[in-house]
């Protein structure tokens, strides 16, 4: 509780300070004069929610980050682990990937425009090549740093590839494939809003920029918390889902080892040679 309620402080300290500069008009370097303030922003939200058009433009951002991420997901963990594992795939594919990963997606627009029939499938496009390629490099670095010893003792026990595929490399490599997932999410995020403002017809970066066109901002920092939320409940999904299926791996605890009191165990009620194999397994172990 207490740590939800130092969140909850911060929020809010932010949301007073945004204030009290905007609605003072204090222009000292950063002409916060020009911002909107809180007020104006929440009343401006409160307007789109009861309109039809934010919903809509909701959905389609929506629709388009997660199609593109689900693409991006099973492609790059797929490709990830055939450049890992195959020498061939690597000699293959390593130079294309090495090349073609440094240019930003959303240089992408005009191959997106020229290649596909309609904006939405160019959208979805960009939106799955910028999470594609940090799922496909975490993938890879995650399959190579495995134990060598794990897979030697599934071939002892007479298990054939698709068996260490599926008992050893993907569960040992589920942790630095979901950490590549959380980075494709956010990165998905700033591209689809981009692309939107550049080619789309609906959809929340569509919408914003539109305000921005017309001088409204207050509905362009309506647009801004929108996409913050957005973004923050996707990336904790993916957060949590990578938490349930890695749940076998040890947490790191916050609380500091010193914090922790354990009633002290009397050394001469422990016979001596007990004592002693205990501390042999605890090292052991």
Same mark, same amino acid.
């Given at each position: ?5 130092? @969140? ?29 303030? +809180? ?23 929506? *629709? ?30 390593? $130079? ?7 240019? !930003?997606?959303?240089?992408? %627009? !005009? ?22 390629? =940090? ?12 134990? =060598? ?19 050893? +490399? ?36 569509? @919408?914003?920029?539109?305000?921005? *066109?017309?001088?409204?901002? !207050? ?14 409940? *996707?990336?904790?999904?993916?957060? @949590? ?8 791996? $040890?947490?790191?605890?916050? %609380? ?5 009191? @354990?009633? =002290?165990? $009397? ?5 001596? =040679? ?10 052991? %172990?």
């Amino acid at each position: 509780m207490t740590r939800y309620l130092v @969140r909850a402080a911060s929020l809010a300290a932010a949301l007073t300070a945004w204030q009290l500069l905007t609605s003072l008009n204090i222009d000292l370097w950063l002409r916060f004069s020009q911002f909107p303030t +809180v007020a104006d922003v929440a009343r401006a939200f409160g307007d789109r929610l009861g309109g039809h058009d934010y919903w809509t433009d909701l959905t389609d951002s929506l *629709t388009r980050i997660l199609t593109g991420f689900l693409l991006a997901a099973v492609l790059g963990v797929a490709t990830g682990v055939l450049v890992a594992r195959s020498r061939l795939a690597e000699d293959l594919l390593g $130079p294309l990937v090495e090349v073609v990963r440094p240019i !930003p997606a959303i240089a992408l %627009v !005009p191959v997106a425009i020229l290649l596909f029939p309609s904006n939405e499938q160019g959208i979805v496009f960009i939106t799955c090549a910028a999470a594609f390629f =940090p799922v496909l490099v975490s993938t890879r670095h995650a399959v190579r740093a495995l134990v =060598p010893v794990w897979e030697e003792a599934v071939r002892t026990m007479g298990g054939g590839r698709w068996r260490i595929l599926g008992s050893v +490399v993907l569960p040992g490599a589920l942790p630095g494939i979901f950490g590549g997932l959380s980075v494709g999410i956010g990165v998905s995020w700033i591209c689809v809003i981009s692309a939107e403002m550049i080619s789309g017809q609906y959809g929340v970066g569509y @919408r914003t920029w539109q305000d921005y *066109t017309v001088v409204d901002y !207050p509905g362009v920092f309506v647009g801004m918390v929108t996409i913050g939320v957005l973004g923050w409940v *996707t990336s904790t999904a993916v957060e @949590r889902v990578g938490r349930w299926l890695t749940r076998w791996l $040890p947490r790191t605890e916050y %609380v500091a080892a010193a914090r922790v009191r @354990r009633a =002290p165990v $009397p050394v001469s009620s422990v016979p001596e =040679p007990v004592r002693e194999e205990g501390v042999r397994d605890e090292h052991l %172990v």
